[in-house]
């Protein structure tokens, strides 16, 4: 029995298979299929031919433009700018790494329990071995995103900053607590490239590329002086609390501890560099107007007061605001407890979620008791006594050299 299905090999089959008496119907059923494509090859040639005389036809249709003016034009929508500015400036390692349990860089020192080769590993997704080892390279190192990736958060904080005045239904005392939290963020992102690049590029503006940028390296001094009044302006719009729902926002006590941190950094002789250590530093230093990025050109002393006044601020206000020391009453921790009941007062401040203690955290991955996890378990932990990254961050020993262990009415100082 033959098949007469009519596609190109069939056709073929068909051809060489059939007799005499079956040719002509399949060559006439041949001549309607084409007949039917040259109908249809017609119509759309039609339709191509109207809409090649539409002039409209390659315009965007009315309506589903979503531009910058759209965002800030009520406060639902701004709102959106605003948690994507958290989300590009206040990093998910605050205080732990929401992916694997890496400390933020500057926990980083010599001090850190690094065991090579057999732990050397952990530290890959964040260079941390490389920075231990003093193998950092321009492409290498513990500046997590990299150079630019800071520069897409202070875009966005300049962005809020040129626009939220334009947000319609918003009251003036939101729109003064969302600048201050953009000029927080712009700081902290400055702050970030400096500790890690020196004098960088200074941007207030956000740039549309429509024209060449030259945005040269700033001074020490210059950058400093921003940042500093970025973080008072800051603290002046903000408030030293949020209520429970608002929890993780900036507030004016986390400007000033910034602030503080920024002073810090520029008093040691890294960037004050007395001139008893001249000889030292010689071969990092360039000896001529490039070292403004640097360092300040010359040691000034009274930098480490100001930077400890700054410091004393930071302690005033956050206590004012219902901060201060967490103490469980335990020195040490316990080991191999997966509870918080098992944890000392130093290691129970990067545990407990919300303590007292803590200025500015991220809370997108703030773990809480769960079957036994905790907030930032491994940071400095000995609840797992080396089973993970204990082995790859800075030691409680460590940390506990700043600690004062006085004994007063039964609570450790």
């Not at 860089?105 to 690094?114: E, G, I, N």
């Not at 020490?220 to 002086?225: P, R």
Request: glycine share 8%; with cysteine; charged share 20%.
């Amino acid at each position: 029995m033959k098949r007469n299905v009519h596609n190109s090999h069939n056709d073929y089959i068909n051809d060489n298979c059939s007799d005499s008496s079956s040719e002509e119907p399949i060559v006439s059923m041949k001549l309607k299929q084409t007949h039917y494509w040259v109908i249809a090859a017609v119509l759309i040639s039609a339709a191509l031919l109207c809409v090649g005389c539409n002039k409209n036809f390659l315009e965007k249709p009315n309506g589903g433009t979503f531009t910058v003016d759209t965002v800030f034009s009520t406060q639902i929508n701004a709102d959106m700018a605003v948690a994507r500015m958290y989300n590009l400036c206040i990093p998910s390692w605050f205080p732990r790494d929401n992916g694997n349990e890496m400390p933020r860089p500057d926990m980083l020192t010599d001090a850190v329990y690094y065991i090579f080769p057999t732990y050397s590993w952990v530290g890959l997704s964040n260079n941390a071995a490389a920075y231990t080892t003093g193998n950092q390279t321009a492409d290498g190192n513990v500046d997590r995103g990299g150079f630019g990736n800071h520069y897409s958060g202070i875009r966005q904080a300049n962005i809020i900053l040129k626009k939220i005045d334009d947000v319609s239904d918003a009251s003036q005392s939101w729109k003064d607590q969302v600048k201050g939290q953009a000029l927080f963020c712009r700081a902290f992102q400055h702050f970030e490239l400096f500790r890690q690049y020196g004098g960088i590029p200074i941007v207030v503006e956000p740039l549309d590329g429509t024209k060449k940028l030259d945005v040269r390296r700033s001074a020490v001094k210059t950058v400093t002086d921003s940042i500093v009044s970025w973080c008072d302006q800051a603290a002046r719009l903000l408030p030293a609390t949020w209520g429970p729902a608002d929890f993780g926002r900036i507030t004016s006590v986390a400007a000033k501890a910034l602030k503080a941190r920024m002073l810090l950094y520029v008093a040691s002789p890294l960037y004050n560099t007395p001139v008893s250590m001249t000889a030292e530093i010689a071969e990092a230093r360039y000896g001529d107007g490039r070292d403004t990025v640097l360092a300040y050109p010359s040691y000034d002393k009274e930098r480490w007061k100001i930077a400890a006044d700054a410091a004393k601020e930071v302690i005033d206000a956050a206590i004012a605001a219902g901060g201060g020391i967490y103490q469980t009453g335990k020195a040490e921790t316990t080991p191999r407890t997966d509870n918080f009941e098992g944890l000392g007062d130093y290691e129970a401040t990067f545990n407990v979620n919300a303590n007292k203690e803590l200025i500015l955290v991220n809370t997108a991955h703030m773990w809480i008791s769960n079957n036994g996890w905790l907030f930032g378990k491994y940071l400095m932990s000995k609840v797992r006594m080396g089973g993970w990254a204990v082995k790859n961050n800075v030691p409680i020993e460590f940390a506990q050299l700043y600690e004062k262990r006085t004994v007063l009415n039964g609570q450790y100082l």
